[in-house]
């Protein structure tokens, strides 16, 4: 028996990362990278991190790095926020 690869007619369309980074306990950001990275994370207990997306067909990934909980609020096409007293690394993925 053969083993055939898998394979699709068209466009691919895959949800992929467009850019991630980290932010402090304090607010500051840093680390940022990928096709869409952030562009400035401030605050201190609610971070707001811009980003360049320019629609709402995304999603965030957070993983706290301190011994918090967070929750996600105010995501539009251009900032997302991120309420916590922690520090955590998060990535964008495309939705849609």
Known sequence: MRLVGFSRCG???IPSGL???SAT???TGGDYWGGK???GCSGASTKTITHGIGDTNY???VTMTSNNTFYVTGKTATQI??????SFDFVFIRTQ
């Open 37 to 39: 990275p952030p562009i």
């Open 59 to 61: 999603t965030i990934i």
């Open 81 to 86: 926020q991120v309420v916590t007293e922690g």
């Open 25 to 27: 306990s304090g607010g």
């Open 11 to 13: 466009a691919t369309d």
């Open 19 to 21: 850019g991630g980074g």
